[in-house]
Nanobody
Framework: QVQLVESGGGLVQPGGSLRLSCAAS????????MGWYRQAPGKQRELVAT???????NYADSVKGRFTISRDNAKNTVYLQMNSLKPEDTAVYYC???????????????WGQGTLVTVSS
């Protein structure tokens, strides 16, 4: 099995910063893409940022220039550095890792449990 554990959410004032982490564990051969998604109350889940195994990144227009996604392959961990946070960034943030497991061919999408980020004064 594969498990993802997220950390780093919380309450922050507008203009503040937070760093989210998401670590994968289990019988993992390798990890392809990693990403962060978010879901605000009453809205659909949306993509925030992704990073490929080669380090190429992609961001939602709403977070470009403020958020940075990175990964540590040795630790099977993906990070999201969030700066200049706005109230509209308030949401539950989920990580996803596209894992190549040791016990099967192909890949599987593993999701974190979600971590709440609240931006409010």
């Amino acid at each position: 099995q594969v498990q993802l554990v997220e950390s780093g959410g919380g309450l922050v004032q507008p203009g503040g910063s937070l760093r989210l982490s998401c670590a994968a564990s289990g019988s993992i051969y390798s990890i392809n893409a990693m990403g962060w998604y978010r879901q605000a109350p009453g809205k659909q889940r949306e993509l925030v940022a992704t990073i490929t195994s080669g380090g190429s990144t992609n961001y939602a227009d709403s977070v470009k220039g403020r958020f940075t996604i990175s990964r540590d392959n040795a630790k099977n961990t993906v990070y999201l550095q969030m700066n200049s946070l706005k109230p509209e960034d308030t949401a539950v943030y989920y990580c996803k890792q596209v894992v190549v497991p040791r016990w099967m061919g192909g890949t599987l999408d593993a999701w974190g449990q979600g971590t709440l980020v609240t931006v409010s004064s």
